[in-house]
């Protein structure tokens, strides 16, 4: 994906992240299958989110840094679902 639709696509996706969408886009991630770990690695719902699973690892991590925020607020506001940072 070459940057300018990556970067439409975040800012697109900045204005999504309410509950309910993230809650939504995690339960249909979670029927697919649990990460090692248990739950949904954040770069496999960024990946997943922007609708390109052959994104580069550079992109989505540059996607992670800039919907981290919004994601954040909404999984806040989710008590069924968490934001963990590991190590």
Partial sequence: MKFPELERRVQDLQ????PEFVEAQVRA???QGEDVGGG???FRLV???LG????REAQVTW?????KPALRAALD???ALYF???D
């Fill in 29 to 31: 991630l979670l029927r």
């Fill in 84 to 86: 963990f940072e590991g």
């Fill in 15 to 18: 204005r999504r992240l309410t």
């Fill in 47 to 49: 990946e997943y989110l």
């Fill in 52 to 55: 390109e699973p052959r994104c």
């Fill in 40 to 42: 949904v690695n954040a």
């Fill in 63 to 67: 996607a992670y840094t800039r919907l």
């Fill in 77 to 79: 506001q989710l008590p």
